[in-house]
């Protein structure tokens, strides 16, 4: 159930009747996360950076991060991988920081 938010770098932290609290994959802040565990789409909003939406929303969003992200985070990757950020700006890849 909230399998593509823990993959984005959501930590659970609580849980309060229909929802599931913890700290926000794009702002970092502690217990500031909401899902509703009862809507179709798991709607989710961050009460600090004021994101919300629902899972189409929350890959948008990642997408959108991490290509802002990339540049700066792309040398290791470029590195290691043998393949030229030119390669990797043309495919869309994208850098998603978790926030600690």
């Known amino acids: 159930m909230l399998t ?15 929802h599931v609290i913890g700290r926000c994959p794009f702002c970092g802040k502690d217990e500031h996360f909401f899902i509703n565990t ?3 789409n798991k709607a989710w909003d961050c009460k600090s950076c004021g994101l919300s ?3 189409k929303k929350l890959l948008e969003t990642a997408v959108k991060i991490g290509k802002e992200n990339f540049a700066a985070n792309s040398k290791a990757l470029v590195d290691n991988r043998k393949i030229s950020a030119f390669t990797f700006s043309k ?7 978790v926030k600690k």
């Not at 495919?91 to 920081?97: A, K, Q, R, S």
């Open 91 to 97: 495919m869309d890849v994208g850098f998603l920081p």
């Open 38 to 40: 009862e809507s179709a």
């Open 4 to 18: 593509i938010f823990l993959q984005m770098g959501f930590i659970q932290q609580k849980q309060a009747s229909n």
């Open 53 to 55: 939406g629902g899972y």
